[in-house]
């Protein structure tokens, strides 16, 4: 069973930065597509980027140039947040799925069959 969890939410001023890390665990295989959505109050859950095993990373507009994605060795992705926004402010998961990512595309979430538990980020 996959399991995801995710660090490294709090609280920060605008223009600040963060560092959310997530770990996985439960899983064999090392073709799952890995990304991290973002839900604030009263809104759907928006993805934000997607990470396949090619290769190819897409990004969503709203943070395109401000966030990046990457593989810490072995089960451990980080989400890099730069030049936070309080836009930017809501509870962040960690997701997994067995996805063909096409580039330029971020699947929807119910595409991802394992979600981490989520942390919060918080920025005024």
Same mark, same amino acid.
């Given at each position: 069973?996959?399991?995801? =969890?995710?660090?490294?939410? @709090?609280?920060v001023q605008a223009? #600040?930065s963060l560092r ?14 890995? %990304? ?5 109050? %009263? ?8 990470? %396949? ?9 709203? =943070?395109? %140039? ?7 060795? @072995? ?11 309080p836009e930017d402010?809501? *509870?962040?998961?960690?997701?997994? #799925? ?5 580039? @330029? *595309? ?19």
């Amino acid at each position: 069973h996959v399991q995801l =969890v995710e660090s490294g939410g @709090g609280s920060v001023q605008a223009g #600040g930065s963060l560092r959310l890390s997530c770990t996985a665990s439960g899983y064999t295989r090392s073709n799952y597509c890995m %990304g991290w959505f973002r839900q604030a109050p %009263g809104k759907e859950r928006e993805g934000l980027v997607a990470m %396949g095993t090619d290769g190819i990373t897409n990004y969503a507009d709203s =943070v395109k %140039g401000r966030f990046t994605i990457s593989r810490d060795g @072995g089960k451990t992705f980080a989400l890099q947040m730069n030049d936070l926004k309080p836009e930017d402010s809501g *509870v962040y998961y960690c997701v997994a #799925g067995l996805i063909d990512l096409l580039r @330029g *595309v971020i699947p929807r979430a119910a595409a991802f069959n394992y979600w981490g538990q989520g942390t919060q980020v918080t920025v005024s």
